[in-house]
């Protein structure tokens, strides 16, 4: 009996996170969070939830909780590639270069692929030379990319 009700919950969260990441391919943010943070107070060692959390609060640029988030998920994972990314661009969003540089650095030391490493070595040197963030500088909702 208990056995049974632990696959339950076990296949209730996977595909509770399943249905979070496609909302999160749709564009449907506020339906990826809720579903994230569902998964996340049910099984709070799913570091995939607290990173969909993140990447979703990113896309409602709620860069706040998504720094919060990401935070956490990188402090379990330093290896997750996509909470590395995301939690570089939400320090970008805030304004915090320095902080946004150390994690897209991260990123890129954990990316296979060449384009991507030589996309985040170009963001990196216009960060350091020429281009000033602004926090405010884009006014539609971001696109949120997720190998999830």
Do not use: N
């Not at 994690?103 to 990196?124: E, M």
């Amino acid at each position: 009996m208990l056995l049974t009700a632990l696959v339950v919950g076990i296949s209730g969260c996977a595909a509770t996170v399943g249905l979070g990441k496609t909302a999160l391919r749709d564009g449907r943010y506020a339906e990826a969070a809720s579903k994230f943070e569902t998964v996340s107070k049910e099984r709070p060692e799913r570091t995939d939830a607290l990173v969909g959390l993140g990447i979703a609060r990113y896309g409602q640029r709620i860069y706040g909780e998504a720094v919060a988030y990401l935070s956490q998920a990188v402090s379990r994972d330093s290896k997750r590639a996509d909470a590395q990314l995301y939690l570089g661009l939400s320090y970008l969003e805030q304004g915090d270069e320095g902080a946004s540089a150390e994690h897209l650095r991260a990123f890129r030391g954990l990316t296979q692929s060449a384009r991507v490493a030589g996309q985040v070595d170009d963001a990196l040197q216009l960060m350091r030379t020429e281009h000033p963030v602004s926090p405010s500088r884009a006014t539609s909702s971001p696109r949120v990319w997720s190998p999830l």
